[in-house]
T-cell receptor
């Protein structure tokens, strides 16, 4: 159990367009989901924490108007990169924590975003 | 000083060797400790999760935590080429403003060669 999926796995978009990434917990309910960004050969950087039914909490330096997060159900969170620029190109990974469970997070496979 | 320190390696071992991955932390508030394995261009996979000092074993993996010295280890027995990956040492606090947030070490790159 504890499987998290992400869609799409890879996306290429043009500068100025918006891209939506979905994160789903497939076999458990997740009250809390997290969005990370990872640059090559670096560790994961937390962007925001989202709780089902409430607004996301963004980390310092992350633009909330640029990275829109919605956590509308206990199994789905979405990240929308608005007005994408080449510097937004990165590997985006979500994770989910079980409802009523302990603190470990289960990660999705990641989404590779390339902005041209 | 990073709150969680890991030797980034790279570490190269022959197949069948016992691998020791080590990590130290500085924040006394850390209560939970995890090891994740991350293959290239994939999301991290949870290997071990523990919250007490001592050893926890799962198959070929043993996690060891010593809270008195703030030292965390992961041992891999009978290492296989498929174990080649980056290993992330992770800690978290359960309360306060950092509730539930993971703090990552830099990761150790491991290569197991046949």
């Amino acid at each position: 159990g504890a499987v998290v999926s992400q869609h799409p796995s890879r996306v290429i978009c043009k500068s100025g367009t918006s891209v939506k990434i979905e994160c789903r917990s497939l076999d458990f309910q997740a009250t809390t989901m997290f969005w990370y960004r990872q640059f090559p050969k670096q560790s994961l950087m937390l962007m925001a924490t989202s709780n089902e039914g409430s607004k996301a909490t963004y980390e310092q330096g992350v633009e909330k108007d640029k990275f829109l997060i919605n956590h509308a159900s206990l199994t789905l969170s979405t990240l929308t990169v608005t007005s994408a620029h080449p510097e937004d190109s990165s590997f985006y990974i979500c994770s989910a924590r079980r409802a009523g469970g302990s603190y470990e997070q289960y990660f999705g496979p990641g989404t590779r975003l390339t902005v041209t | 000083q990073k709150e969680v320190e890991q030797d980034p390696g790279p570490l190269s071992v022959p197949e069948g060797a016992i691998v020791s991955l080590n990590c130290t932390y500085s924040n006394s508030a850390f209560q939970y400790f995890m090891w994740y394995r991350q293959y290239s261009r994939k999301g991290p996979e949870l290997l071990m999760y523990t919250y007490s000092s001592g050893n926890k074993e799962d198959g070929r993996f043993t996690a060891q935590v010593d809270k008195s010295s703030k030292y965390i280890s992961l041992f891999i027995r009978d290492s296989q080429p498929s174990d080649s990956a980056t290993y992330l040492c992770v800690s978290l606090v359960s309360g306060g403003t950092s509730y539930g947030k993971l703090t990552f070490g830099q990761g150790t790159i491991l290569t197991v060669h046949p």
